[in-house]
């Protein structure tokens, strides 16, 4: 299987990438909120959306500890996950035969709702959240664990990443790198250095995280 290495430049693309769509995400959901309603494409689109942030937060996490595999399957970079993060989102509030289950089904989730494919949506679907136009009623969303799920997810990998990122010393990491420093030029050796740093303190501080 083909793979992404663990590079000073891989680390930061995947971040930016993950910020990106998890602002983006944001931005959406704030529409959604006041239209109050999605026509069927809409709620698949949104759904792929999440899943996007969800791999984009795994593997930015991931990369911290090493290569990572080039695959949007949400379940294999779940299983990837460090035993840390695993271990709070058991009975957090779902219980470990949940995970597994929900999982199989949104692991190629990315993919199925980017090109509108049928073949694990009744998993986000229920009459209930339904209206009489046959749109999707935004109010009634959180009535169905399996969107709570993913949600919870995203929340937690967003979480897990911002704990990790206020462990590492920034601030001592960047001391030499000010304004005057500041250049694109790739012989930037002062910030190329406190890149190198800060992505190896932070695989340092993840393998060694006990987090609660």
């Known amino acids: 299987m083909k793979k992404l290495e663990r590079t000073d430049n891989s680390i930061t693309r995947i971040v930016l990438s993950f910020c990106g769509a998890c602002e983006n995400l944001f931005v959406l959901e704030n529409y959604y909120l006041n239209s109050g309603i999605l026509t069927y494409p809409q709620y698949v689109n949104y759904l792929s959306q999440i899943a996007l942030c969800i791999e984009l937060g795994m593997k930015s996490i991931l990369l911290n500890e090493g290569d990572i595999p080039k695959t949007h399957d949400i379940?294999?970079?779940?299983?990837?996950?460090?035993?840390?993060?695993?271990?709070?989102?058991?009975?957090?509030?779902?219980?470990?035969?949940?995970?597994?289950?929900?999982?199989?089904?949104?692991?190629?989730?990315?993919?199925?709702?980017?090109?509108?494919?049928?073949?694990?949506?009744?998993?986000?679907?229920?009459?209930?959240?339904v209206n009489k136009d046959n749109k999707i009623i935004l109010s009634q969303l959180q009535r169905l664990q399996n969107f709570n799920f993913i949600i919870i997810l995203l929340d937690k990998i967003k979480e897990f990443y911002e704990y990790l990122n206020n462990c590492v010393d920034r601030k001592n990491i960047f001391k030499n790198f000010t304004k005057n420093n500041i250049s694109f030029k790739t012989d930037n050796t002062v910030l190329l250095n406190a890149i190198s740093k800060y992505t190896d303190e932070l695989k340092r501080i993840q393998s060694q995280l006990v987090y609660e």
Do not use: G
């Open 75 to 129: 379940k294999e970079l779940y299983a990837l996950m460090p035993q840390s993060f695993r271990d709070i989102f058991v009975n957090n509030p779902f219980p470990k035969k949940t995970i597994e289950k929900s999982l199989e089904k949104i692991k190629n989730m990315f993919e199925e709702c980017r090109y509108m494919k049928s073949e694990n949506l009744d998993f986000f679907l229920d009459k209930s959240i």
